[in-house]
């Protein structure tokens, strides 16, 4: 069966450090990768899609990049952190030309 | 632009009651409309999903209604229980191409005992 991790959990960082929140998938191969971000109130918000290793596309231009340096790892990094930044960060994947999006546990990042 | 717009933001039912939550969109290109539940703290997981092709769907409690014409679709929670309070998302995507998914802003469901 198909797994999807994401770490840390939860993580505080003061304004104007970096970050790298990972995610990775079990048990499949060449999976379509998603980044959103979740704030209070407005849904979820695509930030980063890929359909395979070194292909990324971002939807919305803002402080954040990513990353997908294996077939199941996907990276969302910062060099430097806004307040804005703050919110719960969800990872996602699915099976090629399949329907379903199976999301990750999040990660909770306070940015002070 | 939200491409699904999503109402109630917040809906309040008594136990055994049936919670209706309601999603509109416009681009009449989307083809899969899948609806999402979340608990505090956790990520979402998909509920159930309908194609535009048919107007109902049921799985146990749950149901989508779907109106092509209207462009609009619902989620029914029949006998509601304690253990169904959470936030809902309704969600909408063009093509399976990329998979790309458009997300209401949520419903947050509270069912009292």
């Known amino acids: 069966s198909q797994t999807i991790h994401q770490w840390p959990a939860t993580l505080v960082q003061p304004v104007g450090s970096p970050l790298s929140l990972e995610c990775t998938v079990e048990?499949?191969?060449?999976?379509?990768l998603y980044w959103y971000r979740q704030a209070a109130g407005r849904g979820l918000q695509l930030l980063f899609y890929s359909v395979g290793i070194g292909q990324i596309s971002s939807e919305v231009p803002q402080n954040l990049s990513a990353s997908r340096p294996q077939d199941r790892q996907f990276i969302l990094s910062s060099k430097k952190l806004l307040l804005s930044d703050s919110g719960f960060y969800l990872c996602?994947?699915?099976?090629?030309?399949?329907?379903?999006?199976?999301f990750g546990p999040g990660t909770r990042l306070t940015v002070l | 632009q939200q491409q699904v717009k999503q109402s109630p933001q917040s809906l309040i039912v008594q136990k055994g009651g049936i919670s209706i939550i309601n999603c509109a969109y416009e681009n009449t290109a989307f083809d899969y409309f899948p609806w999402y539940q979340q608990f505090p703290g956790k990520g979402p997981a998909l509920l159930i999903a309908?194609?535009?092709?048919?107007s109902e769907k049921k799985e146990g409690r749950f149901t989508i209604s779907f109106n092509k014409s209207a462009k609009q679709f619902s989620l029914h929670i029949m006998d509601s229980q304690p253990g169904d309070s959470a936030t809902y998302f309704c969600?909408?995507?063009?093509?399976?191409?990329?998979?790309?998914?458009?997300f209401g802003r949520g419903t947050q469901l509270t069912v009292w005992p």
């Open positions: 309908i194609r535009p092709d048919v």
């Open positions: 048990g499949t191969s060449n999976p379509n």
């Open positions: 996602a994947w699915r099976k090629a030309q399949t329907d379903t999006q199976y």
């Open positions: 969600a909408a995507r063009r093509g399976s191409t990329l998979g790309r998914l458009y």
